[in-house]
C-alpha cells in the first residue's frame, strides 16, 4: 500500500490593512507556511508566484523553465516544488510542474478538504485507540 504524505501548515497572521496587491500575497503566502527561517531570499515564495502566473494562462512548467525566470539554480528550485508538492499545492507529472488549482480560492478550498479528510481519519484512530486502552 502506498502512502502520500502531505503536510498542511496554516500560519494565523494578521492581515495588514489596506495591502498592496505583493503585501496581498506575501501575507497569503506566509499564511500557508510558505517562507521559512532558512529561506531568506523567499524563493519558495517566487516559485509559488510564477506558477501562479503560468496557471493564469494554463501553463504548467518545467523545473528548467522556472530556474530560468527566477535566477536559482535547479536544484534550489526542484527541492521548493518537491515541498509545494508536499504541502499539497502543487502537482507534477514527470515533466511539468503546475498549481493544483488555477484558483487561489479553490485551491484553499481543496487544502480544506484535504483536512477535513485527515482529521476525519485521525479522529476514528482516536476512536479505535480509545476502545483498546478502554478510555
Known amino acids: 500500500m502506498a502512502f502520500i504524505q502531505r503536510r498542511i501548515t496554516i500560519v494565523t497572521m494578521r ?3 489596506r495591502p498592496s496587491l505583493n503585501e496581498e500575497l506575501q501575507w497569503f ?4 507556511g ?7 531570499d ?19 512548467m ?9 535566477e536559482l539554480s535547479r536544484g534550489t528550485v526542484v527541492h521548493h516544488l518537491n515541498k509545494l508538492i508536499e504541502y499539497g499545492l502543487v502537482l507534477y ?9 488555477n484558483n487561489l480560492e ?4 481543496e487544502l480544506r478538504k484535504d483536512t477535513e479528510r485527515t482529521m476525519d481519519d485521525i479522529r476514528r484512530a482516536a ?9
Open 42 to 60: 523567499r524563493s519558495m515564495f517566487r516559485v509559488f508566484i510564477e506558477l501562479l502566473k503560468a496557471a493564469k494562462v494554463n501553463r504548467p
Open 127 to 135: 476512536r479505535e485507540l480509545d476502545q483498546l486502552l478502554g478510555l
Open 15 to 17: 492581515k495588514p490593512p
Open 29 to 32: 503566502g506566509s499564511s500557508l
Open 93 to 101: 507529472d514527470g515533466r511539468f510542474y503546475w498549481l493544483r488549482d
Open 62 to 70: 518545467s523545473s528548467d523553465e522556472l530556474a530560468e525566470a527566477l
Open 106 to 109: 479553490l485551491l484553499i478550498e
Open 34 to 40: 510558505l517562507f521559512g527561517l532558512r529561506d531568506k
